[in-house]
């Protein structure tokens, strides 16, 4: 009886274990994040798992040029990949529709547009924020600006050049 007790115990381990190594494994998170004010560049990042491991697709274009400046897949660890995971899915759609002032109706024609979507399954979250570095903490983006830099990091992209 010990044994068919300790082997369950075993088995329930095993399987919790499966469970936590595999949350994130269905996520795809990406970012665009177009650049207005300088030479009207975009950067498309998208990360995602596939069965080899854990990869960032990193694509840099400008549309000035009309051309692709730069085309590369990164190999991250499941780490890097879970804690921004954690950190797209801590973000608050009520905070950040509080955050709106509808009486500012300042035109931002040289601001920075990100675009951040979590994608789980055939279900998706889109954000998308005009300049989201002016006023963060009154916007409530203090979480979405820490995903858009983090991505960029693991990018190998500056958030200073790009946000």
Do not use: W
């Not at 399954?121 to 889109?126: D, L, P």
């Amino acid at each position: 009886m010990k044994i068919i007790n300790s082997l369950l115990v075993v088995l329930l381990l095993t399987l919790c274990t499966t469970n936590v190594t595999a949350q994130y494994d269905y996520v795809e998170l990406s970012l665009r994040i177009q650049r207005n004010s300088r030479d009207f560049s975009y950067y498309e990042l998208n990360m995602h798992k596939t069965g080899e491991g854990y990869y960032i697709d990193v694509k840099q274009k400008s549309a000035i040029l009309n051309n692709e400046i730069a085309d590369t897949v990164l190999k991250i660890d499941k780490d890097k990949f879970d804690k921004i995971t954690q950190l797209a899915l801590s973000i608050s759609s009520t905070d950040i529709l509080e955050g709106m002032d509808p009486s500012d109706v300042t035109i931002y024609d040289d601001a920075t547009n990100a675009v951040l979507t979590l994608k789980v399954g055939q279900e998706k979250v889109i954000y998308s924020i005009l300049a989201p570095k002016l006023h963060t903490k009154n916007r409530k983006l203090k979480k979405f600006v820490q995903t858009c830099e983090e991505v960029l990091v693991v990018a190998k992209i500056n958030p200073k050049d790009a946000l």
